[in-house]
């Protein structure tokens, strides 16, 4: 579950970038180079906590004398008021990294708290995976993805080139809904599973007897769901793996999951998670 270093220091060194790049106005004019702080981020209301690493890495970027302790574990559900990370440095360093690392974990915090609420609307002893999608702000999905898992769910496929994925303009280009899965199961790397969105029933039987191995059920009622999961489920051990997607909300979860789905994809946890509600206070 974690990630690599220059991973992070990519985004971090992008985002100070965008900040400082014409310096420190105020901390310059203000306080002296000499002068040191200590301060700490706290939560204002309960969220699972996520991003210590960066964090931390931020100042450091900054100012390797800067020391940080990680007071919470990623991952952990906290109440308001919680002191998550404690920092002591030099006062200029410490607010001049101050709003990147902010911005950052209060988008990963976000994040694992929407993430946590979807997995934890799962049905007891069901084992519906809920996953993320591609829909990530640009240049942060190592973050946000992360984030993901720390809230308790899954990630779906990284890239355009970690798994073949047919969708409907896949579909019109190839010439078809078979035509496509053909062409992917001859072509594609025999390590790959093929995937194929369809909307609607009709899709689906041809999806099945096309031999695709995981069917994503688009947009679908939860009648449809249930019906498509019937079907599925007709073929034998060997069938294919359902997944739902298209617009799912909380709301939905408990009852997709109890249709039978293998997997819920859901493309709120990253474009639509709000930010977390941290501050972080400096003393003297």
Known sequence: MSLLPTLIDDVIDRALAEDLAGGDLTSEAC????????????ARAAIVACGGLVFRRVFERIDPTVTVEIAV????????????????????ALLAGERTALNLVQRMCGIATLARRYVDAIPRGLTTRVTDTRKTTPGLRALER??????????????????????????????GLTAAI??????????????????????????????????????????DVREAVARVRARGPARPIVEASGGI???????LAEAGVDVISVGALTHSAPAADIGLDFAL
């Not at 180079?33 to 706290?42: P, R, V």
């Not at 599973?193 to 939860?222: H, K, P």
């Open 31 to 42: 306080i002296d180079a000499d002068t040191t702080a200590t301060g700490a981020a706290h």
């Open 73 to 92: 574990p990623d991952g952990a559900l906290v109440e308001a008021g919680t002191p998550l990370w404690r920092l002591r440095g030099r006062a200029r």
């Open 146 to 175: 992360y984030a993901v898992r720390t809230g308790g769910a899954h990630n779906h496929r990284d890239n355009l080139g970690s798994a073949v994925l047919i969708k409907d303009n896949h579909v019109i280009a190839a010439g």
């Open 182 to 223: 053909r062409r992917a199961r001859a072509l594609a790397p025999h390590t790959s599973r093929v995937e194929v969105e369809v909307d609607s029933l009709v899709q689906l039987d041809e999806a099945l007897d096309a031999g695709a191995d995981v069917i994503l059920v688009d947009n679908f009622t939860t009648p």
């Open 249 to 255: 909300t909380l709301a939905r979860i408990a009852e």
